[in-house]
């Protein structure tokens, strides 16, 4: 069988992109319009064409040329901010046109499947009808399985976090995807402990390209999901925790695990559960907000980028920004690539594993 080429829309970081690679997918051509949130996207993902372009302004005659003549599938979080729970669902925000020019895209590529995903306030009632003129556009031609909200860590995730997806494929197809083949995937979720304990063993071995760079010793004992987002090496970046003032070190050594700060806000995490949603903060252009980092189950700090990482389910050898607020955004608008992995899975035991039955 020929390699099945897709192509990342919005593409940030690339969490997307790693379930895609994962589920043993090519990407072809990731595209973004922010250079900052993509900006290490080529350093995890050399063998993919990276465009800066606005979607909005792209065709899909455009992305097939560079994507050599054929694209698969098509994959993508269109923006979220005028959608969210927590953010001011305004419907003027021109990001909320974005979903349209996706399925745009789709309609114009026709590729064999594609994914979309977004937060789960899209569903909403004042929301839902921009769901459904956006998916008018393709809704002819595509079978279309959801939309469906579902939550990274009952797919094997260390935090919850909930996520409304839209898969679609081709009618002319001879081959289905069924809401039973995602939730084949399903696994339990993990603990903060397994995912974050082993980083407090690691050594600073000094800076790299302007980024924190640390080593794990090879000796210890870590769970099943460490063990499986280590590099080789056991090198990583994004690791140097916030200096707080004595103040608030006082005041985060008083919260209990699972507690809540009630002056800033920020979630205390229990070893033995799973982090909440990592959220992004906004970029310049919407005010340079930070957004609550949660508190360290033991010590009286935020967590690092690389503990909000490995949370998320991005492997050690993964490159984000060595500025810890940009890398912080790149992990909070990212789909977890465990949750990614898990759709992809499914549909590539759907649409091209030769020996399933059709």
């Known amino acids: 069988m020929r390699p099945v080429k897709l192509v990342d829309l919005f593409c940030g970081a690339g969490g997307f992109s790693l379930g895609a690679h994962l589920a043993g997918f090519n990407v072809a051509v990731a595209v973004d319009n922010d250079p900052i949130l993509s900006s290490s996207y080529s350093a995890n993902f050399a063998d993919t064409r990276l465009l800066t372009r606005d979607v909005s302004s792209l065709s899909g005659v455009e992305l097939l040329k560079a994507a050599g003549g054929s694209i698969d599938g098509i994959f993508g979080g269109p923006p979220c901010q005028g959608f969210s729970d927590i953010g001011r669902r305004d419907k003027d925000d021109p990001r909320r046109q974005l979903l349209g020019h996706f399925f745009r895209i789709v309609k114009e590529v026709e590729p064999s499947f594609f994914v979309m995903e977004n937060v789960r306030g899209l569903a909403n009632s004042d929301a839902r009808n921009v769901l459904d003129e956006a998916l008018a556009q393709v809704s002819g031609r595509y079978e279309l399985l959801g939309p469906h ?146 508190i360290h189950p033991d010590e009286p700090r935020v967590i690092t980028a690389r503990e909000a990482a490995r949370l998320q389910g991005f492997p050690d050898w993964h490159l984000f920004h060595p500025t810890v607020w940009h890398s912080f955004r790149m992990i909070g608008n990212s789909v977890s690539p465990i949750m990614a992995r898990a759709i992809f899975t499914a549909i590539r035991t759907a649409l091209y594993d030769e020996t399933r039955p059709r």
């Open 149 to 294: 909200i579902w939550d990274a860590a009952a797919f094997g995730a260390a935090t919850k976090r909930q996520r409304l997806f839209v898969v679609g494929y081709r009618k002319d197809l001879q081959a289905m995807v069924t809401l039973e083949d995602v939730e084949r995937q399903r696994c339990p979720p993990v603990t903060v402990r397994a995912a974050i304990d082993d980083l407090g063993c690691a050594s600073e071995l000094g800076e790299v390209d302007g980024f924190d760079t640390w080593k794990l010793p090879p000796t210890r004992s870590v769970s099943k999901y460490a063990r499986g987002l280590r590099a080789a090496n056991g090198c990583f970046t994004g690791h140097r925790p916030t200096l707080h003032t004595p103040k608030v070190v006082q005041r985060f050594q008083s919260i209990p695990h699972g507690g809540m700060d009630k002056i800033g806000r920020h979630p205390r995490l229990s070893w033995e559960g799973q982090c909440p949603t990592l959220r992004a903060g906004t970029g310049s252009d919407k005010g340079s907000y930070q957004s609550v980092r949660p």
